[in-house]
């Protein structure tokens, strides 16, 4: 049967079977096995384990002609198994195949398209074949991968616009989605065999973009997969140390689960219910991510697992008996009540259902617990591809919605790219709240949601002439933050119109989206009537006009851009007179100075180094070996030479982070597209110095701190910038700012400080 573990009868078993050997194979392992012998890299017994698993899947609804055909066109001819590249990418496919009928349970159709992409991709089979032997479905789905596998495999200069065509291009059809998640997981999954820079930019992408989609359909084991994965190929050191402490701690932790299901199991046994109750461990990255907000220890964190009852329920009983053993556990164990989170009574917007307790457990330890029955656990692990066997899950229509206005705001050319990728990356992770219209119909929007964002989810008119709002009958400004549970009324004014600082805390991409598209109507027809007026006003003082020399007037005089100049002129908050005046005196000096240049020898001019106050420039490759970029050095990881590093582009320039940066996932996550790999090269030079915080506790003994003190004077290359010594109760702790020139020299001086008698811990503080 581990072969088959998606058919629930053994009658079924049986007949598939007798299938399989009326077929006879189209193509036997023997006849596969020997086209194979020189490929020796290839494990052919976990190839013909794939092989078998999804041709008796396709049989189980396809013809054998329609499979044979199939065959015939994955192995295009029989070249595919006498070159390893083209193999490799045949066990690609099938292990994707796999994920998407055992940890997706999608149909015959998208498998097919999985199976037939790389034959489409490079011109074996057609559009026009592929129509004509399977049926139009995946011919569509076809065409949508290939247009994903273009953008994955440009590489632009300009990530952002990148990444704004590749999710375009993958979200006009929902199965491209769930084929390109499945794709993408199986490429992490493999991504070990990748170098290292290449395996980085893997990760931060999958981090940006395809975890967070995956959440947003409800694909939480996948979700988590990817994220864990992520974090192991872009701060391996952080990965190893949550998964050695969690290897470290998990016989006591599985004694504790014990302790605490027993007793609870008891009681549920004695209802008569049927359920399943075991304990899971909480993903690698969620872990480091609660080490990093919560600024604790490995051993402060409480919540490192979920205990998860899962209960076989009719469906019409499922929240009877999901309450049912609600209150056996809240009478065992005390609750705790502000962790409540009740999604049996409104799902999220993805599907999902579940009860969720937090309780004081043995030991005074808060436990999570989470409550469900099996057809909600399977919406909860397949997300919206759960719809296709459960009909009527409200979340398709609510994803369908999503996925509307996110098209709007990737294909409205007035939406800058950085907006569009926010507007992509908004709502994706965050928790939902619930209110009211005054009809009592139900609204669901981010936590987080203000009064407007909730008038312009009713209608675009609404949320630009909304002026207040009425929650619970009382008066409220159009920025207060609705709460679950609020009936909220929206009061319009024909005067009003949407403002600039309207964007400044609105948080439902359909409301940034609506007014910006409004400002930009209402700043283009603002740019018309101030550049009339300046053209006007200039003709009459008999001045000629240059948009060149306007332009660079207008970069000196600070604006960000030309539209944002004429709206200050049309807002009366510069004189058209007085910018005139501006203007004539800006050209005559730029007249003159041009006049000076001619008369002078380009011998006379040498160019101006661009290195001051920067690090020996050679130290450092930033993205595709580019050397001589300016840079900064952030102060949140002070990064030093040698250790792992990466670029961002921020506000103020490229910034270089350690790859251990408290602040990296975040990044990682929200803006991807601004992050570019870096190195150092090189040997390093001694004379570049590098200021990094040594954090020092021990105890508070005589001369401890003169011999830290003397220690690092004596050490050659590293220089004390400050000291912060506090003592309480025999111990003391304090930071030591210290300025050497690689992580050599740094490693070194730890060393030596932690042979002082007395030093308990020396770290490196972040």
Known sequence: MRYFRYFNSDKLYKLVI???????????????????????????????T????????????????????????????????????????????????????????????TVCSILLFDAYDSGYTSLDEVERCFGNEIKVILSGLQKVRQLEAKKSDDKSDNYVKLILSFIQDVRVIFIVLAMRLQQMREAKDMDEAERFDFGVETLFIYAPLAHRMGLYNIKSELEDLSLKYTDREAYDYVARKLNETKRSRDKYIDEFIAPIREKLEGTGL?????????????????????????????????????????????????????????????????????????????????????????????????????????????????????????????????????????ENRDIDKENKLEDFKLNLYDDEIFVFTPKGDLKKLPKGATVLDFAYSIHTKVGATCVSGRVNGKNVSIKYKLKSGEQVEINTSANQSPKQDWLNFVVTSRARNKIRQELKEEASKQVDFAKEMLLRRMKNRK??????????????????????????????????????????????????????????????????????????????????????????????????????????????????????????????????????????????????????????IGNDQMNIVANLMSIISK????????????????????????SLANTSKLEALIKKLKEVRGVKQITRIN
């Not at 049912?324 to 917007?349: A, C, F, G």
């Not at 009366?572 to 240049?597: G, M, P, Q, R, W």
């Open 543 to 696: 001045i000629d006009y240059s948009e060149s020399t306007l332009s660079q007037l207008i970069r000196k005089m600070r604006y960000k851009s030309v539209t944002d100049f004429y709206c200050d002129i049309a807002e009366e908050k510069l004189d058209v007179n007085s910018i005139i005046d501006k203007y004539v005196a800006f050209d005559k000096k730029e007249t003159e100075l041009h006049e000076s240049f001619t008369e002078r020898s380009a011998d006379e001019f040498k160019l101006k180094s661009d290195t001051e106050d920067r690090h020996s420039i050679d130290e450092l490759v930033i993205d595709q070996n580019l050397r001589g970029i300016d840079y900064q050095l952030a102060k949140c990881c002070n990064p030093i030479f040698g250790d792992k590093i990466f670029g961002f582009i921020s506000s103020q320039g490229i910034k270089i982070h350690r790859m251990n940066c408290p602040n990296a996932n975040d990044l990682f996550t929200r803006y991807g597209y601004r992050v570019l790999k870096a190195r150092w090269t090189g040997q390093g030079s001694t004379s570049s110095s590098y200021t990094t915080m040594l954090r020092v």
């Open 50 to 109: 794939l092989y078998k698993k999804v041709y008796l899947f396709l049989r189980q609804t396809m013809s054998l002609d329609e499979v044979s055909k199939l065959t015939e066109i994955i192995r295009q001819g029989d070249n595919i198994f006498t070159r390893e590249d083209s193999l490799n990418e045949l066990l690609f496919s099938l292990n994707t195949a796999v994920i998407a009928v055992e940890e997706l349970r999608l149909k015959q159709t």
């Open 274 to 410: 049927k359920f399943e109750i075991k304990g899971r461990t909480k993903s690698i990255f969620s872990i480091l991510n609660k080490l990093k907000k919560q600024e604790a220890d490995f051993e402060d964190i409480y919540d490192l697992f979920a205990i998860r009852v899962v209960l076989d329920s009719d469906i019409d009983k499922e929240k009877a008996e999901c309450w049912q053993v609600y209150s056996i556990i809240t009478d065992m164990y005390q609750p705790n009540p502000k962790r409540l989170k009740d999604w049996l009574s409104i799902p999220k917007s993805n599907g999902y259902e579940s009860l969720h307790i937090t309780v004081m457990g043995p030991n005074t330890k808060w436990v999570e617990v989470q409550i469900r029955t099996r057809r909600m656990n399977e919406v909860a692990e397949r997300g919206l591809a759960a719809h296709w066997k459960y009909k009527g899950l409200k979340a398709e229509s609510s994803f369908e919605e999503w996925l509307t206005t996110l098209r709007e705001s990737l």
């Open 715 to 738: 050490e050659d290359g590293v220089q004390l910038r400050s000291v912060n010594i506090d003592s309480d109760d025999g111990l003391f702790q304090g930071t030591l700012s210290v």
């Open 18 to 48: 007798l299938q399989t050997r009326e077929d006879k194979f189209r193509f036997t392992c023997k006849e596969l096995d020997s086209t194979m012998q020189n490929l020796n890299t290839i494990d052919r017994a976990s190839f013909f």
